[in-house]
């Protein structure tokens, strides 16, 4: 079973820079994709940003020019740089993998988040 820890959430003022960190532990066959979500409350969980094991990324509208995602693929680990952080920024962020085990099935796994809130 694989597992996911997050870190770097945080209080930070609007215009600040927070980053996250997901990583990946437990045995499987490989990593597909990695990315970040994110909920706030009364709305669906949405994409932030994801990275394939290839190195194609998609983005939100919304965080482009101000996130950028990142993955050190030996370390199975995914990173999410954020500048200029927004009020709107506010919510829990989450990881997500897309996991292929060792016998060659694929599944998606989430961390358990972490809250980013963007106050003054």
């Known amino acids: 079973q694989v597992q996911l820890v997050e870190s770097g959430g945080g209080l930070v003022q609007p215009g600040g820079s927070l980053r996250l960190s997901c990583s990946a532990s437990g045995s499987f066959f490989s990593i597909r994709s990695m990315g970040w979500y994110r909920r706030t409350p009364g709305k669906q969980r949405e994409l932030v940003a994801s990275?394939?094991?290839?190195?194609?990324?998609n983005s939100a509208d919304s965080v482009k020019g101000r996130f950028t995602i990142s993955k050190d693929t030996a370390k199975n680990t995914v990173y999410l740089q954020m500048d200029s952080l927004k009020p709107e920024d506010t919510a829990v962020y989450y990881c997500?993998?897309?996991?292929?085990?060792?016998?060659?099935?694929?599944?998606?796994?989430w961390g358990q988040g972490t809250q980013v809130t963007v106050s003054s």
């Open positions: 990275i394939t094991e290839t190195g194609i990324i």
């Open positions: 997500k993998a897309m996991i292929t085990t060792n016998q060659r099935s694929v599944y998606n796994t």
